[in-house]
Antibody, heavy 117, light 107 residues
Framework: QAQLQEWGAGLLKPSETLSLTCAVS????????WTWIRQSPGKGLEWIGE???????KYNPSLKSRLIISADMSKRQFSLSLSSVTASDTALYYC???????????WGQGILVTVSS | DIHMTQSPSTLSASVGDTVTITCRAS??????LAWYQQKPGTAPKLLIY???NLEDGVPSRFSGSGSGTEFTLTISSLQPDDFAIYYC?????????FGGGTKVEIK
């Protein structure tokens, strides 16, 4: 059974870049697409974007101008970069594995990112 | 974007009750809907996919139905472990979107 673990900086100042990485252990990395989702009290669950095995990405249009999702198959990791953060980017960030649907069966434990001056 | 509306936002029930949560999509999503359960401090847990398919290991007291724009999640004989927040998610069109959640609390 695959397991996912997020890591990255948990406290940022406005205008900085949010960078998170998700490490995948167990299961196949190359056979799945991988997703970032965030959860904040104000906006609930929000799909951020995903990357597929060929490296093709899909982004939420609301974040697209600031967002990059990438993957390193050799390290079994995928990453999120969100630039020019504001307080509204404060949220619990999850990585997840796409199952056909797409639906999300396997999630990381989540990492809290706070944006504050 | 497809907007997902859940109702009610909070539901008070007792152990043994049967409860129903509704999720409405702003446009036709066929059967492309999933349901999740979330408890405090944990990631959402997938319960149902494609509107009515129970994920492996999920108790059979959970069931889903619907198609098009209206969907329901039913929990029969509510158990203490079922008090949580439930979310629907449309899987039809990107960007994927979630409902605002329904909190099932103890009456």
């Amino acid at each position: 059974q695959a397991q996912l673990q997020e890591w990255g900086a948990g406290l940022l100042k406005p205008s900085e870049t949010l960078s998170l990485t998700c490490a995948v252990s167990g299961g196949s990395f190359a056979d799945y697409s991988w997703t970032w989702i965030r959860q904040s009290p104000g906006k609930g669950l929000e799909w951020i974007g995903e990357i597929n095995p060929t490296g093709t990405t899909k982004y939420n249009p609301s974040l697209k101008s600031r967002l990059i999702i990438s993957a390193d198959m050799s390290k079994r990791q995928f990453s999120l970069s969100l630039s020019s953060v504001t307080a509204s980017d404060t949220a619990l960030y999850y990585c997840a594995r796409n199952e056909p649907g797409p639906r999300f069966l396997i999630w990381g434990q989540g990492i809290l990112v706070t944006v504050s001056s | 974007d497809i907007h997902m509306t859940q109702s009610p936002s909070t539901l008070s029930a007792s152990v043994g009750d049967t409860v129903t949560i509704t999720c409405r999509a702003s446009q036709d999503i066929s059967f492309w809907l999933a349901w999740y359960q979330q408890k405090p401090g944990t990631a959402p847990k997938l319960l149902i996919y494609r509107a009515s398919n129970l994920e492996d290991g999920v108790p059979s007291r959970f069931s889903g139905s619907g198609s098009g724009t209206e969907f329901t999640l039913t929990i029969s004989s509510l158990q203490p472990d079922d008090f949580a927040i439930y979310y629907c998610q449309q899987c039809s069109t990107y960007p994927l979107t979630f409902g605002g959640g329904t909190k099932v609390e103890i009456k």
